[in-house]
């Protein structure tokens, strides 16, 4: 079973530039996840999508990140426009029925440095 | 809010020792509770779980006990390996949080041959 593809590994920008992430989740898996990880921290929820759909963005500065599930299979994550302390790992992850004592799968991450 | 409070590495052990890495955690309702591992170059990947107080989950060799009285969920292990080196992740799950997933801060982990 292929696991949850993430791309690009890693991107380096200037500050008020843009970047895109991507991610696919393993296949019928309805949730997807958006985390956060700076260096020497624990993940931050970012988003989470059920189907095509947001459950949770409280935690997503919107004035500078967007993230969308379109077809309810692959999610793009985009950062618009880049700050230094957005340096981190984005890890997306998928599940099959949430983390509610369901396991979370996660991608290897995309790292992100911005200069 | 819910949260969950790990014991700062790095933790450095020789190959054989016994292992513990204390976690704590904050929670309103009635969490369920989940060690991560990150090895080196990989993804995140579930180790173990517990949904109820006193449940103790188990895999390749480690172990943790869901203590609702100390609200702990301590991570054990017998005998390490080098092969165990790597950066573990406690957290929690529960309704007050609508279900995501909380991590703490991660304790890294380095056994020596």
């Known amino acids: 079973e292929a696991g949850v593809a993430q791309s690009p590994r890693y991107k380096i920008i200037e500050k008020r530039q843009s970047v895109a992430f991507w991610c696919n989740p393993i296949?019928?898996?309805?949730?997807l996840y958006w985390y956060q990880q700076i260096l020497g921290q624990g993940p931050k929820l970012l988003i989470q999508?059920?189907?095509?759909?947001?459950?949770?963005d409280s935690q997503l500065p919107k004035d500078r990140f967007s993230a969308e599930r379109l077809k309810g299979v692959d999610s793009t994550l985009k950062i618009q426009p880049a700050k230094l302390e957005d340096s981190a790992v984005y890890l997306c992850?998928?599940?099959?029925?949430?983390?509610?004592?369901?396991?979370?799968?996660f991608g290897e991450g995309s790292r992100l440095t911005v200069l | 809010g819910d949260s969950v409070t790990q014991m700062e590495g790095p933790v450095t052990l020789s190959e054989e020792a016994f292992l513990t890495i204390n976690c704590t955690y904050t929670a309103t309702g009635y969490p369920s509770l989940f060690w991560y591992v990150q090895y080196p170059g990989e993804g995140l990947q579930l180790l173990l779980k517990a949904t109820k107080a006193d449940d103790k989950g188990s895999n390749k060799g480690f172990e943790a006990t869901y203590r609702k009285e100390t609200t702990s969920f301590h991570l054990e292990k017998g005998s390490v390996q080098v092969s165990d080196s790597a950066v573990y992740f406690c957290?929690?799950?529960?309704?007050?949080?609508?279900?995501?997933?909380?991590f703490g801060s991660g304790t890294r982990l380095l056994v020596r041959p």
């Open positions: 999508f059920q189907n095509n759909g947001v459950v949770d």
């Open positions: 957290a929690l799950s529960d309704l007050d949080s609508s279900y995501k997933l909380i």
């Open positions: 992850a998928s599940s099959f029925q949430g983390a509610r004592g369901g396991e979370l799968f």
């Open positions: 296949s019928g898996h309805a949730t």
